[in-house]
């Protein structure tokens, strides 16, 4: 089990402790080798570096998406049907863990004791349940897209609102949490984020956490 701390980082299972939000790249490596049954170093592909974008807009917003390389971050995990990857801040704080993301790989997700890939928040299995029920438990989610459809209120009766089961995504500002890549014949959500407080290296620029409210898109200089 893997159990997201927010604001402090991830409890890691096997033993390996807490990787916190702010360890080097060093510790962040080691930490999470020592929990995962296999690791690798994941290579640049199809992904560009910081200096490789030619305005910052665009590198926070593929840093958001997790396609900005970050050399020396490019630790890849896997455990039972999960990916886990990690992520240091923006200019200025590329030298401490400012994210992690969690990706499902296998559906439905195998259990193999207590490495099994369940990721947890307050004790709910977010891979383990459809988008509707995870929504349900969460503090104040919002879609990714301000224009898209508000998220209904869980506690109404009936179906639950338009934007979910779009490639929408959802963020949950009080947690630092993203949830995106539910998509049409998927129950749950594909893809986690957990992001450390504050800008993450970012404000220069925009305050947003979760979403580049500078309107960047992380595919200038990768497809156009």
């Not at 630092?176 to 407080?197: K, N, Q, V, Y």
């Amino acid at each position: 089990m893997l159990e997201l701390l927010p604001g402090t980082g991830v409890a890691l299972p096997g033993g390996a402790r807490v990787l916190r939000f702010g360890a080097g790249p060093d510790e962040a490596r080691a930490r999470l080798s020592a929990a995962a049954p296999e690791t690798y170093g994941g290579l640049q592909c199809g992904a560009l570096t910081l200096a490789d974008y030619s305005e910052p807009r665009h590198a926070h917003a593929a840093w958001l998406d997790g396609l900005l390389f970050q050399p020396e971050w490019n630790t890849v995990a896997l455990f039972d049907g999960l990916q886990v990857t990690l992520a240091a801040g923006g200019p200025g704080a590329a030298d401490r863990l400012a994210r992690v993301e969690f990706r499902r790989m296998t559906a439905p997700r195998p259990v193999s004791g207590e490495r099994a890939a369940c990721v947890v928040w307050d004790g709910v299995d977010l891979f383990g349940h459809s988008a509707e029920e995870v929504l349900s438990v969460l503090p104040e989610a919002v879609p990714l897209l301000p224009e898209a459809a508000p998220l209904a209120d869980p506690a109404a009766s009936g179906p639950t609102g338009p934007a979910v089961g779009a490639d929408v995504g959802v963020a949950v500002p009080r947690l630092g949490l993203r949830l995106d890549e539910h998509g049409p014949g998927s129950p749950g959500w594909g893809r986690l984020t957990l992001t450390a407080d504050g800008s993450a290296g970012w404000s220069g620029c925009c305050p947003g956490r979760l979403r580049c409210e500078a309107g960047g898109d992380g595919l200038v200089g990768i497809l156009y």
